[in-house]
């Protein structure tokens, strides 16, 4: 089993994590509410572009898929779900 400490993610990771949470608030911020579940659905896509392309990187410079995958399911979760979440909130 995997165990994420906040040792061990990267000052890259938070950079990632914190943009993707920043850029799904100021979508959702701009977008009018009636177009806010396509929004989120199409962050929701463009954020899991974003998370393989970072994903593609680090398996490019040595690391293993089971080394990525946690940090990689945290940059995703954590960004989509704030996203989700306040869509939610407003429908």
Do not use: K
Request: charged share 10%; aromatic share 8%.
């Amino acid at each position: 089993m995997v165990v994420i400490r906040p040792s061990d993610i990267g000052m890259r990771t938070m950079i990632l994590v914190a943009a993707g949470m920043a850029l799904a608030c100021l979508l959702l911020w701009l977008v009018p509410v009636v177009h806010r579940t396509l929004a989120v659905c199409i962050f929701t896509v463009v954020w899991v572009g974003v998370v393989v392309w970072n994903l593609r990187i680090g398996l490019s410079h040595g690391y293993s898929v089971s080394e990525e995958l946690p940090i990689h399911l945290v940059l995703l979760l954590i960004p989509t779900a704030l996203a989700w979440g306040i869509w939610w909130r407003g429908h």
